[in-house]
């Protein structure tokens, strides 16, 4: 056994299948994603190599920057009202001594659903007849409203379903920062007369920056290549006000048969992905922090 350890070609016989298996599923396609956005394809008949028509094209599709305009929407959400709610609830559960777990695993349930199950469940409590909320906006003697046909309600409709199914991930992985802090952090606090307020914002919150960084460029990426919750919901309707990259791609790609332009859509996808993740990276360098 120590022998096979210390024989290179052991981890090579490892990683190669690996790397294999990245480059045809990842690197591969966005190398071919590149090169189709240079073409006039539908699949079927022959190329014809048209330059940067595509992505010129692409500054000039109203519907493909109002795509744009909602994933900012779905960051704007995520990163405003999503991550200031996942600390608070994560703060509150660090606070609880007895049935901890029996919270974690509550917060986290949503997460393992899938998403076609939580779309579907969200669809049937926004139903404009027997959905639950008009249910109580009746009881209530308040007008029913159509929440998924609707412009003006379509989209934070969405917006809240997405939060349900993806905050537990980012509770658990906060509350894990905060558990992790040594509890003579928190003693010395309360010897100096720290009261609870300062000492979540600026103790604890300063020793869980490292995560929040992660749950920030997660959220970002996140964002911006959201698809499958917004394809079951309202598949970009009405009149694309919840229209969002991916389901603008999938139209153009598979519906319209455009391929090029359809990949030169991915293309916009990646690089504007890579832009802001480098940004955060700027503007949120995380600096280590010493106990």
């Not at 709610?85 to 777990?101: C, D, E, T």
């Not at 993806?166 to 558990?179: E, P, R, S, T």
């Not at 600026?202 to 920030?216: D, E, S």
């Not at 090029?260 to 859509?265: E, F, P």
Request: aromatic residues 14%.
């Amino acid at each position: 056994m120590n022998k096979a350890l210390k024989n290179p070609y052991t981890y090579i016989a490892f990683i190669v299948p690996t790397l294999l298996l990245y480059a045809l599923f990842f690197i591969y396609p966005v190398i071919v994603s590149f090169v189709y956005g240079f073409y006039q394809w539908d699949g079927v008949s022959a190329k014809v190599f048209i330059g940067f028509d595509n992505f010129m094209r692409l500054m000039q599709d109203e519907i493909f920057v109002k795509a744009f305009i909602n994933n900012m929407y779905f960051m704007a959400f995520s990163l405003l009202v999503n991550i200031p709610l996942v600390f608070l609830i994560a703060i509150m559960i660090s606070k609880i001594r007895r049935m901890r777990g029996f919270y974690k695993s509550a917060v986290f349930v949503p997460v393992v659903i899938s998403t076609a199950t939580v779309a579907i469940l969200f669809g049937v409590l926004y139903d404009l007849d027997s959905g639950l909320l008009n249910q109580i906006l009746r009881a209530a003697g308040l007008p029913e409203q159509e929440w998924l046909s609707n412009p003006h309600l379509a989209m934070i409709s969405i917006l809240l379903a997405n939060a349900w199914q993806n905050i537990g991930f980012f509770i658990v992985l906060c509350l894990a920062a905060i558990l992790n802090i040594p509890k003579e952090v928190g003693e010395a606090s309360q010897i100096d007369g720290v009261n609870a307020w300062n000492e979540t914002w600026k103790i604890t919150l300063p020793l869980v920056r490292p995560v929040l960084f992660v749950m920030l460029l997660l959220t970002v990426s996140g964002t911006l290549k959201v698809l499958d919750i917004v394809q079951i919901m309202t598949n970009g309707g009405p009149f694309q006000s919840t229209e969002v990259m991916s389901t603008y791609m999938l139209k153009v790609g598979f519906r319209s048969m455009e391929l090029g332009y359809g990949s030169a859509i991915g293309v916009a996808m990646f690089v504007i992905t890579i832009i802001m993740t480098g940004i955060l990276q700027k503007v949120s360098k995380s600096e280590e922090v010493q106990y």
